[in-house]
C-alpha cells in the first residue's frame, strides 16, 4: 500500500474527549461555535439544534476534507449506517466495502473532498479509513508492544463492570511493575518524535518527567471510571475499538441525531487560528482550541489570547486543553473559570491534558 494520499491524515479517529466541550455548550447555551478541526470527530460533536454556525480550522486541508466527509455522513446516512461506514463498534473497519463504496457515491461533497477520497478509497479498497492517521496507526504499534510487555493477561483491567473491583484489582494485582515499564518505554519524547512528530515534539515545561505525566494519567484513568468506557484505553490495550463502551462521543446515537437536527452554518477554513481569528470577521460565543497553543512559543505563546479578542463576543467561553506545556500567555480580559467544571474533567477519558476554561471579559 503506497500511503501516497491519506498519510497526510494526521487524525482520522481522534485524541481528545470532547464531551467536556459539549457540556459545555449546553451550560453556557452557546450558538457561534469555532473549533480547531482535526478528524471531525472532535469538532462536529459540539453542533446543537441551537447552534448557528460553526467554523472549523485546520492547517491540513485534508483534515478539512476528512470533517466534510464526516458531516456528509452524519446528514445522509441513519445511525447504524452511519457507523457501519465508519467502521465503528461492532462494525469493522475492513467490512463492508461494497456498502460503503456505494454510499459514497451518493453523498453530496466538495469536488476537492470528493476527489481526494477517490484517492484514499481507491488504495484503501473501500477500507474505512478510521484507523489509518498517523496518530491512530501510532497506538496501533503502542498496542502490540503494550500486548508482549504485560503478558497473556494484558487487558484484564478492560474487562470489569464495577470501578469499585476495578480499583482494588488496579492496587493489589494489576502487573504494577511491567505496566511502568510500559510507560518507561513508550511514554518518552524520543519514541513519540520517532514514531508521530519527527522532531517536532512539544517543548514540556510541566514540572512532571514525562514518565510521571503519563504515569498519572493513566492512574486516573483507571480510578475515575471503568477502564472499557475509554475510547483512548481501547486504543491503547487493542489498537481499536473494542467495547461498546468504549465507543467514542462522535459515534453515539445522540450525538448523530443532534447533528442531523442542526441547521448551522458550517465552514472551513484552511488557516492558523490565530491569524483568522485576529481578523475578526465573525464573533464567537464559544471556542475549542485543542491543545494546539502546547506548540506555540515566544511571542506568540505569550500573545496568542490577546490576538484572538477580535473574534470574541463578550462573555465567550475559550477552552485549551495543554499537553506536556502549559502556555506563559497574556490573560487580560479573561477570567479563568476551570475550578468551577473539574467534574467535567475528572470524567474525561484521555486524561492527557490539563483542560482550561477561559471567559471573556472585554468589551
Known amino acids: ?76 446516512l441513519i445511525f447504524d449506517d452511519f457507523i457501519k461506514f465508519w467502521g465503528y463498534f461492532p462494525y469493522d473497519e475492513k467490512d463492508n466495502c461494497h456498502f460503503r463504496e456505494v454510499e459514497f457515491t451518493k453523498l453530496k461533497l466538495s469536488s476537492a473532498c470528493r476527489d481526494f ?32 510487555l504485560l503478558g497473556q493477561d494484558f487487558d484484564r483491567i478492560m474487562h470489569f463492570d464495577n ?30 518524535n520517532a514514531l508521530l512528530y519527527k522532531g517536532d515534539f512539544i517543548e514540556k515545561n510541566s514540572p512532571l518527567s514525562h514518565f510521571d505525566y503519563y504515569y498519572n494519567a493513566y492512574d486516573r484513568l483507571f480510578t475515575h471510571d471503568l477502564a472499557s468506557k475509554s475510547f483512548f484505553l481501547n486504543l ?26 442542526s441547521k448551522a452554518e458550517i465552514e472551513y477554513k484552511n488557516e492558523d ?21 502546547s506548540y506555540f512559543k515566544g511571542e506568540l505563546e505569550r500573545d496568542f489570547m490577546q490576538k484572538i479578542k477580535p473574534s470574541l463576543e463578550k462573555d465567550a467561553i475559550v477552552v485549551v486543553r495543554y499537553y506536556l506545556r502549559k502556555s506563559a500567555c497574556d490573560l487580560s480580559d479573561f477570567v479563568d473559570i476551570s475550578h468551577s467544571h473539574g467534574n467535567l474533567f475528572d470524567q ?11 471567559q471573556y471579559k472585554g468589551e
Open 273 to 293: 487560528f490565530v491569524t483568522l481569528l485576529a481578523k475578526g470577521e465573525r464573533k464567537y460565543d464559544f471556542l475549542s482550541l485543542s491543545d494546539v497553543p
Open 1 to 76: 500500500m503506497s500511503e501516497k494520499y491519506f498519510q497526510g491524515l494526521n487524525y482520522t479517529l481522534g485524541n481528545e474527549d470532547t464531551s467536556v466541550e459539549i457540556e459545555l455548550i449546553r451550560l453556557f447555551k452557546s450558538k457561534k461555535v469555532f473549533s480547531i478541526c482535526g478528524s471531525g470527530g472532535r469538532s462536529l460533536p459540539l453542533l446543537s439544534e441551537d447552534t448557528t454556525l460553526l467554523t472549523l480550522a485546520d492547517l491540513s486541508i485534508h483534515q478539512l476534507h476528512l470533517a466534510e466527509l464526516r458531516h456528509a455522513t452524519y446528514i445522509n
Open 163 to 192: 470501578l469499585a473491583e476495578q480499583r482494588e484489582y488496579y492496587k493489589t494485582a494489576f502487573p504494577i511493575k511491567r505496566w511502568k515499564m510500559v510507560i518507561f518505554l513508550l511514554g518518552n519524547k524520543s519514541l513519540f
Open 236 to 261: 491503547c490495550f487493542y489498537g481499536r475499538i473494542n467495547s461498546p463502551r468504549g465507543v467514542p462521543v462522535e459515534a453515539n446515537a445522540e450525538t448523530h441525531a443532534r447533528i442531523q437536527k
Open 117 to 148: 477520497f477517490q484517492h484514499v478509497f481507491s488504495e484503501i479498497h473501500f477500507n474505512s479509513p478510521l484507523y489509518l492517521g498517523k496518530w491512530e496507526r501510532t497506538f496501533k504499534i503502542l498496542s502490540n508492544i503494550n500486548k508482549v
Open 348 to 358: 474525561e477519558k484521555v486524561q492527557m491534558y490539563d483542560i482550561r476554561v477561559y
